[in-house]
C-alpha cells in the first residue's frame, strides 16, 4: 500500500502543480503584469510548489533528511535526467546569459548550501533567508538584463489564459493547493513507509523516488518541447529551476522549520554529485562543440544519472 500512496501522491503532486501554474499565469494577466515578467518569475515560482510543498511537509514532520534529499536529488535530475534526455532528442543551444548569468549564480547558491551545511549540520532561519534573498537578488538581475537586452517573452505561456474568468482562478488555485498538499502527504508518507520496509534510508528514497517524482513536470515539458522542435526549453530554464529550488524551496522551508543534517550521506555524496553535474556543464558546452550540447553529451549527462542511482542503491 505504501508504494500505491506514494504512486497517488506523485500523481496528485503533478496535477496539483500544473493547476498552480496556470491560476498563477492567469492572476498575473488580470494584475497587467509583462509575458517576460510572468514568464521569469511567476512560472518558475509556480513550478517550485510540488518541491516546496514537499519539502515543507516532510522538515515539519520530522524528516529533514527527506527535505534536503528532495531538492538536491531534484537538482541532479533536472541536469543529468532532464537535461540528458533532452539533448539526446534535440541538441541544445547555450547562449551566452548562461555563461555570465545562469551558471555562476547556480553554482554559487549550490557551493553556498554546501557550505551552511557542512559548517554544523543545520540549515538555519537566518541561512534560508540569506538563501531567499540571494534568489530575489537573482530574479532582479534577470529582469533587468531581460529588459537592457529586449529579449522576448518565453513562448511557453499560453495567452488563452487572459481570458480566463476569476471563479475558474478560483477553483484551480483552491483545487490544485489541495492536489498539492494531499499528494505531498501521500508521497511523504508513502516515501518514509517504502524506506522503512526495504530497510533503506529516507536519504536514498528522498534522492531518487521522491526527487524524481517532482521533476516530472519539468522531464513532461522538455521532452514534449523537444520533440515538436519547440524553442521554448533552454538549458536556462532548467538552470534556473535549479537556483529556484535551492532559494525558495529550502530557503522558505528553512524559514519556517531549520533543516538539520541527519544522513551525512547528503554532505558526503549527493551534494558533491550535484555540484560535479553542474560544474561539467561549461565544459560540455565549450567542447567539441562552442556553445551547444549534443547528443553524445546528453548521453553522458543521462549515463551519470544512472550511475549515481546504482551506486545510491548498491551502497
Not at 518569475?41 to 534536503?68: K, N, R, Y
Not at 481570458?163 to 518514509?192: E, M, Q, R
Not at 523516488?209 to 515539458?221: D, K, Q, R, W, Y
Amino acid at each position: 500500500m505504501s508504494i500505491f500512496y506514494a504512486i497517488i501522491g506523485l500523481i496528485l503532486l503533478v496535477i496539483g502543480g500544473e493547476l498552480l501554474v496556470r491560476a498563477s499565469v492567469g492572476l498575473s494577466f488580470k494584475l497587467k503584469l509583462s509575458k517576460l515578467v510572468i514568464g521569469m518569475t511567476v512560472v518558475s515560482f509556480a513550478t517550485s510548489a510540488p518541491e516546496l510543498i514537499v519539502s515543507m511537509q516532510a522538515a515539519l514532520d520530522g524528516h529533514p533528511d527527506l527535505a534536503l534529499s528532495n531538492v538536491v536529488g531534484s537538482n541532479i535530475a533536472n541536469i543529468a535526467l532532464v537535461l540528458g534526455i533532452t539533448a539526446m532528442i534535440a541538441p541544445l543551444f547555450v547562449n551566452m546569459e548562461f555563461f555570465k548569468i545562469n551558471w555562476p549564480k547556480m553554482m554559487l547558491a549550490s557551493f553556498l548550501l554546501y557550505f551552511f551545511l557542512q559548517n554544523d549540520l543545520i540549515l538555519s532561519r537566518i541561512e534560508g533567508a540569506i538563501l531567499l534573498f540571494l534568489l530575489v537578488v537573482f530574479v532582479f538581475i534577470l529582469l533587468f538584463r531581460a529588459r537592457k537586452l529586449r529579449l522576448s517573452a518565453p513562448e511557453t505561456i499560453d495567452d488563452s489564459l487572459q481570458h480566463i474568468s476569476n471563479y475558474k482562478l478560483l477553483f484551480w488555485f483552491v483545487l490544485g493547493g489541495v492536489a498539492l498538499w494531499g499528494g505531498s502527504k501521500l508521497l511523504v508518507n508513502g516515501a518514509i513507509d517504502i524506506a522503512r520496509v526495504f530497510g533503506i534510508s529516507e536519504n536514498i528514497i528522498g534522492v531518487s523516488m521522491v526527487a524524481f517524482g517532482t521533476s516530472i513536470p519539468e522531464l513532461a515539458a522538455s521532452v514534449i518541447a523537444a520533440l515538436r522542435k519547440e524553442k521554448a526549453i533552454s538549458l536556462g530554464n532548467l538552470i534556473g529551476s535549479n537556483i529556484f529550488n535551492i532559494g525558495s524551496v529550502l530557503g522558505i522551508t528553512a524559514l519556517i522549520q531549520p533543516i538539520q543534517v541527519l544522513d551525512t550521506q547528503l554532505l558526503n555524496n549527493d551534494i558533491i554529485w550535484m555540484l560535479a553535474i553542474a560544474a561539467i556543464l561549461v565544459p560540455m558546452a565549450l567542447l567539441p562543440k562552442r556553445n551547444k550540447l549534443s547528443r553524445v553529451e546528453g548521453f553522458i549527462l543521462f549515463s551519470g544519472y544512472v550511475i549515481f542511482l546504482y551506486l545510491k542503491f548498491a551502497g
